[in-house]
């Protein structure tokens, strides 16, 4: 059987597995099991043993609703390969906005400081450092499984990102520009999640407290009241930018805020002159 052929039985068992992209999601596994392009792919390259083996593991770690990133050990974020696997949230395209709303603020400002609070495999921080390299890029993170991931991605694209281990931003002296993709699922909503995220992806990555707010107003606060940035830029989830608008307004903030691709107020901005 050539590639696509293996990757159409795939998918069947993908399928019936209940993924919704069990055609893509097969090409992809089919692909990086056999270390094959797209083009290779299409021309009907044949899959060794070794690759069907390792193919075989995969497929059945995937059933089980693993992540398709932790099982290729990667996932493409602001155009670049970022290492992932267990103990790291997958970084997802949303966030990209996030990116975009710091290298905004720093483009005019090359001698800022950028601080990414909770940078989990280094997305945000490692993209603007790499987009923006004349800019000071400090990133903090709790999770010591976390870090170990974005130091890997800090050497393959911006060995200049600073990485701190603590609790938000209590180790950073200064900051500028502040960006936080901070957990901001209520705890009870967790379990209700899809099985790549409630039993897969760490919860300290997802869990934001009773309301999903709690990391959110606890670093607002101390960004108003000691760090005294000129802009916090954070990333909330569906329905909640309003609630967060009003954090930031209660610090004398203003505010304003950016839409995903889908729509939805992701991003909000405070603003202190
Ligand atoms: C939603 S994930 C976002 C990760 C990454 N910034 C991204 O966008 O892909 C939140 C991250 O915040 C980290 N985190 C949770 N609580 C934290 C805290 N009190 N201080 C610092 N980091 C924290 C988690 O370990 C996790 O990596």
Redesign the pocket.
């Known amino acids: 059987m050539n590639a696509r052929e293996v990757a159409g039985a795939a998918a069947r068992r993908l399928e019936a597995a209940g993924l919704e992209d069990a055609r893509f999601e097969a090409e992809v596994l089919v692909r990086e099991a056999a270390g094959i392009s797209r083009a290779a792919y299409f021309a009907g390259a044949v899959l060794d043993g070794e690759a069907r083996r390792r193919l075989e593991g995969w497929l059945a770690r995937r059933e089980r609703r693993e992540p398709l990133a932790y099982i290729t050990g990667w996932r493409e974020?602001f155009g670049r390969r970022f290492a992932v696997g267990r103990g790291?949230?997958?970084?997802?395209p949303e966030?990209e906005l996030?990116v975009e709303a710091g290298l905004d603020a720093v483009r005019a400002d090359p001698g800022a400081v950028l601080l990414?609070?909770?940078?989990?495999?280094?997305?945000?921080a490692v993209s603007v450092a790499a987009e923006a390299p004349e800019v000071t890029v400090v990133a903090?993170?709790?999770?010591e499984e976390?870090l170990r991931f974005a130091g890997l991605n800090a050497a393959a694209h911006a060995p200049h990102v600073g990485l701190v281990h603590?609790?938000?931003a209590t180790a950073v002296r200064r900051a500028d520009v502040v960006l936080?993709?901070?957990?901001?699922i209520p705890s009870g909503e967790i379990e209700a999640l899809e099985p790549e995220v409630s039993a897969w992806e760490?919860r300290?990555?997802?869990d934001g407290g009773n309301d999903g707010l709690e990391?959110i107003r606890e670093l607002v606060r101390d960004c108003a009241e000691r760090l005294r940035p000129r802009l916090v830029a954070l990333?909330v989830g569906y329905g909640q930018a309003d609630a967060v608008a009003e954090v930031g307004r209660g610090f004398g903030a203003e505010v304003s805020t950016m839409r995903d691709l889908a729509g939805i107020d992701r991003v909000v901005c405070l603003r202190w002159a």
């Open positions: 974020f790291v949230l997958v970084p997802r966030t996030l990414d609070v909770g940078t989990g495999s280094g997305a945000v903090t993170e709790i999770s976390a603590c609790d938000l936080a993709n901070l957990p901001y760490p300290i990555a997802l990391l990333e």
